[in-house]
């Protein structure tokens, strides 16, 4: 099987696995832990923040990071088709309990400066005021699109001149980092905290990072620990942490299979292929005469994993565990559905 329906799905490697054996651990809830000491060091490091935590999913990250930021009641301005607001079974309203006020990011996901004016509310007797404005670099749902520094910065600059922090949803920061040439850190210097995950692209078993300011990584830890996510000898997960976050020079190499498999079904007549930024496909398979379910059942039959990403859209999603060879077979096997 060819599995291209997430980055998600890649095995830690031998060398990952050989270094969680014989990674040096301790109690991480006490903060001794060396490994998970190490990786939240480097981590801050990468992205040029003071302080960095390890938190057990990308869905933690961002539900604790909101959480930090706001009051119980405020809003949180978020792109409707957010990971944030869609596929994190509401945690907003449950972790947060703050209410989501939706901006259309567009073509790239990122609102533009005056989107942002208009969504920020000032709190007075009638009003809740906004609590935080979060950003997804890369956009999955928009197909893995790369925001630019400069289209960060400008969101940004709104929100915090209001005095509303900024939060980016950076599960494939790294990926964005790589499509736009740019240092992740140059991504992160424009917002008060990123989420990234160690477990897609850099393929890590498990975990994401959360990367702020000092003092918010020390209320996220507490918060951490509320939501059930403080852990002892974390340093076993840390340890793959550090490989997969020095394996990021590796991630054009997925573009590259991207690039790969657009270029080879937009030749296929039904197929409405969108140009990859990054490590996404998007496939609008409609004019094939079929629904993405359908879709999706018969390139199972063919040996090849894709994921129902709307009602006639299909995603696929290259990853260290995808080679050049798979990538050229999946074209063929896909392409003769059609
Ligand atoms: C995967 C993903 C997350 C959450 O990561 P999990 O580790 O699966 O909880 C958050 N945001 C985006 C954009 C993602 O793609």
Redo the contacts with the bound molecule.
């Keep these: 099987m060819i599995d291209l329906r997430?980055d998600?799905v890649t095995r830690p490697t031998d060398k990952m696995r050989d270094a969680m054996a014989s990674a040096e651990v301790g109690d991480d809830v006490y903060g001794e832990d060396p490994t998970i000491n190490d990786l939240e060091a480097t981590a801050a490091r990468v992205v040029g923040t003071e302080a960095a935590l390890f938190v057990?999913?990308?869905?933690?990250?961002?539900q604790i990071a909101i959480r930090v930021h706001t009051d119980r009641g405020d809003e949180a301005l978020v792109e409707t088709d957010?990971?944030?607001v869609k596929?994190?079974v509401g945690g907003l309203a449950q972790h947060a309990q703050v209410q989501v006020r939706t901006y259309d990011g567009g073509e790239n996901g990122c609102p533009t400066p005056d989107q942002v004016a208009a969504g920020l509310v000032d709190e007075d007797l009638h009003r809740p005021g906004t609590g935080v404005l979060c950003l997804?670099n890369?956009?999955?749902v928009k197909g893995g699109t790369a925001v630019s520094v400069e289209d960060v910065s400008a969101a940004a600059e709104v929100a915090q001149d209001n005095d509303v922090p900024v939060h980016v949803?950076?599960?494939?920061l790294f990926n964005a980092a790589a499509a736009l040439d740019v240092e992740a850190a140059e991504l992160v210097e424009p917002v008060d905290s990123v989420?990234f995950?160690l477990?897609?692209g850099l393929g890590a078993p498990v975990?994401?990072m959360l990367a702020g300011s000092a003092p918010f990584i020390e209320q996220a830890r507490r918060v951490r620990k509320l939501f059930g996510g403080g852990m002892r000898q974390a340093g076993v997960l840390a340890a793959a942490g550090l490989l997969a976050l020095e394996s990021r020079d590796r991630l054009p190499k997925d573009h590259a299979n991207a690039d790969l498999l657009a270029d080879g079904l937009r030749d296929v007549d039904g197929l409405d292929v969108q140009a990859p930024d990054t490590n996404i496909v998007l496939v609008d398979v409609n004019d094939a005469g079929m629904d993405a379910a359908t879709f999706v059942e018969a390139a199972e039959e063919e040996g090849v994993l894709v994921s129902e990403f709307g009602e006639t859209v299909v995603r696929l999603t290259t990853h260290r565990d995808v080679t050049e060879s798979d990538c050229r077979t999946a074209v063929d096997q896909l392409s003769s559905l059609v």
Excluded at 56 to 62: I, K, R
Excluded at 169 to 172: E, K, P
């Design positions: 997430s998600t057990p999913s990308g869905t933690m990250g961002n957010a990971h944030v596929y994190e997804e890369t956009h999955n949803d950076g599960a494939r989420m995950c477990s897609k975990g994401s």
